[in-house]
């Protein structure tokens, strides 16, 4: 008897010893059932079947593992459910992880790579969050990844923007509702039409938008600063233009959500509440919405009992009427009377700014402060300039051309904006603008 029970020890703790190294993995041989669960090496995440609130569908996704409240960060099959508990996800002979009901041939979601050989192919779940498939034993080449597809959450270490070479946007897309993963109307990515920015879409119209990158972060995102809570990684060069942050202390859960309302919301896990935390969430304010004051508007909150909106210098309402009843949609223009391009005119600087629209701006990298005052001074299009990266003491050049869309001031953060305006509005004498543009 004492030889069978020992007996029955050493199978259990073979078993237990099989179970144990491949519990982070799918392999060839072994699939994930509804039922099973993947956890990462380091216990930070688990991957397998649930069901959202409110709903029997069943749907694939990634949670953190040590947080009490089930959080989903990634769903495969968002708009794709599995009606029943028959759910599988294997590894087919090209190499794809695929999942389908056990009963029927249907694909619900697959990773479709081409190329694939199916030789030492595994599905790894990272201490990061981040799903892979990897070819060959030594895990080192992959063909396919979760981080290249966001659901509505963006993790540390994930690579979010765009790869410039194969034109993916790795961006952040809403959940329909609450009990429902599929992908909803609001999304946020970065942007590279003109000069890259960040922005938040509704459909196909922005809602929000986070601005251009200054060098020490987002210009539409004063908290951004040196003293940031995390290491902020930004590359904009030929093969792509993304950013990467990493949480400074490992031991935190922090997240950034798009949720179905069209929020953006950064939280960190408190255990001793149980629960998340939101510390930064955008839109925030009426000056928040995008083109809240109309071209050549400027937005500012902190006016106190008084309308939000004006005009930037130089700009009068295009309808008084319409910005009596508080409605500045339609904008401003030029000031009755006022003539660009003529002698004595030059700059009005705006402190403390989120920058307009760079769509249509261009930037130069080659050119500092004074320069780039001296371009956008001798061409009559140029509406206004600004340092492109303003930290180490401030270089490159944008300039801006045709309408200025969603400026707004903080009170803390954002950078200058020099705006052009004729010599009256400059409220200088001629002959000193004249010495000091050199026109």
Request: net charge neutral.
């Amino acid at each position: 008897m004492y030889q069978a029970k020992s007996i029955l020890q050493s199978l259990l703790m073979i078993l237990f010893f099989r179970l144990s190294i491949s519990t982070d993995s799918i392999t060839l041989t072994q699939p994930l059932k509804d039922g099973d669960v993947l956890v990462s090496n380091g216990e930070r995440f688990a991957l397998g079947f649930f069901s959202p609130r409110n709903s029997s569908n069943r749907y694939v996704g990634i949670w953190y593992n040590k947080v009490s409240e089930k959080t989903i960060v990634w769903v495969a099959n968002r708009d794709h459910p599995i009606t029943n508990t028959t759910g599988i996800l294997s590894l087919d002979e090209t190499g794809n992880l695929v999942l389908r009901e056990s009963t029927q041939p249907s694909v619900f979601w697959s990773t479709n790579v081409s190329g694939v050989e199916n030789n030492d192919v595994s599905a790894q779940l990272l201490d990061s969050g981040n799903l892979v498939l990897f070819q060959g034993q030594n895990r080192r080449v992959y063909s396919w990844q979760s981080f290249d597809h966001p659901s509505n959450t963006i993790l540390p270490g994930l690579k979010f923007g765009i790869d410039k070479k194969t034109g993916m946007n790795r961006m952040a897309s809403s959940w329909k509702s609450n009990g429902n993963p599929g992908i909803g109307e609001y999304s946020f990515k970065i942007e590279t039409i003109g000069s890259t920015q960040l922005l938040l879409y509704k459909g196909t119209t922005a809602v929000w938008r986070g601005g251009s990158w200054t060098g020490h972060g987002w210009s539409g995102v004063p908290e951004m600063t040196q003293n940031y809570l995390f290491n902020v990684t930004y590359t904009d060069n030929n093969d792509e233009v993304a950013l990467v942050y990493l949480i400074r202390n490992s031991s935190i859960f922090s997240r950034l959500v798009l949720n179905e309302s069209g929020k953006v919301e950064r939280s960190t896990w408190h255990d001793a509440d149980r629960r998340w935390i939101v510390f930064w969430s955008a839109p925030k304010d009426e000056c928040d919405g995008y083109s809240h004051c109309g071209p050549f508007g400027l937005c500012d909150p902190y006016k106190s009992g008084t309308f939000e909106c004006d005009c930037l210098p130089g700009y009068e309402p295009r309808s008084p009427q319409d910005w009596y009843l508080r409605d500045a949609s339609g904008g401003c223009k030029r000031k009755v009377g006022t003539e660009v391009c003529k002698e004595g005119e030059g700059f009005v600087e705006l402190a403390r700014v989120k920058v307009p629209d760079t769509s249509t701006a261009r930037v130069n990298m080659s050119l500092g402060l004074e320069a780039c005052k001296g371009l956008c001074l001798r061409n009559c299009t140029c509406m206004g300039y600004a340092v492109a990266d303003i930290s180490g003491g401030g270089r490159g050049c944008v300039t801006w051309y045709g309408e200025m869309i969603d400026t707004r001031t903080y009170s803390d953060g954002g950078q200058s904006f020099f705006i052009r305006v004729d010599a009256e509005e400059l409220g200088t004498p001629l002959i000193h603008s004249l010495m000091l543009f050199n026109i």
